[in-house]
């Protein structure tokens, strides 16, 4: 092996959970996530010369040491592989890592073991935009169609996107791509705010954060809705006559509902003229999305879905059936960056809009890039799309995003701003970091493990 291969060996694949006490303060609760701890399972790729990338996934706090167990068992795929041998032949690699004979079983491709999955392919697209200086958005716009398709696994979608299409689409995106640039570069991304909405807030929080962010120039807000009818009544009139009719309302279910209950639900709530219900059913419920997508489109609403979407195949089906209107990929859910990009490209072959789901624990910070990629190299508008904003745990990051007039604006430092600060992750580390020490010291979780 030459000397520069052994120096971009892999020699290690560090995990750690770490966990922020969001349910505190009922920050990012919702009808069915009524106490969450945003938390992270945090995966550092180390090269022989010193180099590291960082990826990361997302849960909501006990079960993280689940995920943290999985990047433990795939790891082994990783060590001693050098990195740019995999970067070469992205896609085949991918499917190395989801297919080994005896760890799929405990998947194929989908919980905890596809989000163990994401964490470490997340780190190593990290790692490559560092070692090519370039924040992760500008290299995947710098490479070339049949690079980029190259990373992509293209099994099982065959019937509706294929590799040659794949690369067509791309070229005809590259289009004027210098002027996007251009144009990003000077005004951002639009986002839209759920940090008015969350379900466990009383008067006094939806009031201020209202007040917030429409000082901040947001045109969007996001609601949770879903635990008890009359509550939600009150909470959308509330809402609306904070933030006017003449601003873009949606609302969320989070999963809660069965599939004549969200149409009967929906009907109700359809006077205050929400844009979209967010996963009103069961995330793997294809059939249902499409029927209540069918019943709310006179009302003028639209379904969003994919938060929670396993992976790439059911993406496919929520595409083909006409379910989801409005395509929510997560930058930490199904694998990472590489099984992301083919759910965009089957998206702009079928003119469905992306509006990502963002929030938790790096969420926004990853998921920018992925959506400035589309606009610049792929569908090349931002018309009627827009990336969720969350104001959570920023500040741990090295290299937080910048929000400017509601609108997210692209990253410069190299790398998928995933790396966050060692101070935060001294503090946060669970159960042992000191902030967790602190607060069973207090007896603030009773039911945590010390």
């Known amino acids: 092996m030459s000397t520069t291969a052994e120096k971009l060996k892999i020699v290690g694949v560090d995990v750690q959970d770490i966990r922020f006490p969001t349910s505190l303060y009922a920050h990012g609760s919702d009808a069915m996530h009524t106490d969450p701890d945003y938390s992270a399972v945090y995966v550092t790729i180390k090269l022989r010369n010193g180099m590291e990338g960082n990826g990361m996934t997302f849960t909501l706090g006990r079960g993280n040491e689940i995920v943290v167990a999985a990047v433990e068992s795939l790891k082994d795929i990783v060590l001693g592989q050098v990195v740019t041998d995999i970067y070469k032949d992205f896609g085949n690699f991918w499917r190395a890592l989801t297919s080994d004979s005896q760890l799929r079983w405990v998947g194929p491709e989908k919980g905890v ?67 996007r640039i251009e144009e990003l570069e000077a005004n951002g991304y639009p986002a839209y705010t759920t940090q008015a909405g969350w379900i466990g807030f009383n008067d006094q929080q939806i009031n201020d954060a209202a007040a917030k962010y429409l000082a901040l120039g947001f045109t969007a807000f996001k609601v949770k809705v879903g635990r008890n009818l009359y509550e939600d009544v009150k909470r959308l009139e509330k809402i609306r006559a904070l933030i006017g009719w003449d601003k873009t309302l949606m609302v969320d279910a989070n999963q809660i509902w069965e599939v004549q209950e969200a149409i009967d639900w929906m009907t109700q709530l359809a006077v205050y003229k929400p844009l979209w219900i967010e996963e ?134 190299p790398g998928y701003s995933s790396t966050l600060k060692q101070e935060s992750v001294l503090k946060y580390s669970y159960p042992n970091g000191s902030e967790w020490l602190e607060m069973f010291q207090k007896g603030l979780f009773p039911r945590a493990k010390k």
């Open 280 to 413: 009103p059913t069961s995330p793997d419920d294809v059939l249902g999305h499409a029927t209540i997508a069918s019943a709310l489109k006179p009302l003028g609403i639209a379904v969003a879905t994919g938060e929670m979407c396993c992976n790439r195949v059911l993406f496919k089906q929520f595409l083909q059936t006409g379910a989801m209107e409005y395509c929510q990929i997560d930058s930490a859910r199904i694998g990472g960056v590489n099984e992301i990009l083919s759910v965009y490209l089957m998206a702009r072959k079928m003119k469905v809009k992306v509006c990502p789901h963002a929030g938790g624990v790096g969420l926004c910070e990853m998921v920018q890039h992925l959506q400035m990629w589309d606009y610049v190299a792929l569908s090349g508008t931002k018309e009627g799309r827009m990336i969720e904003y969350v104001d959570e745990h920023h500040e741990h990051f090295e290299n937080p995003l910048v929000m400017r007039d509601a609108c997210y604006i692209p990253p410069k430092a």
């Open 113 to 179: 073991i596809h989000l163990a999955t994401a964490a470490i392919v997340n780190g190593l697209w990290d790692l490559w935009a560092k070692l090519l200086k370039k924040p992760l958005w500008r290299l995947l716009v710098d490479l070339e169609p049949e690079q980029l398709v190259s990373c992509i696994d293209f099994r099982y979608l065959s019937n509706v996107l294929t590799k040659n299409e794949a690369i067509e689409i791309l070229r005809r995106g590259r289009e004027g791509m210098e002027s």
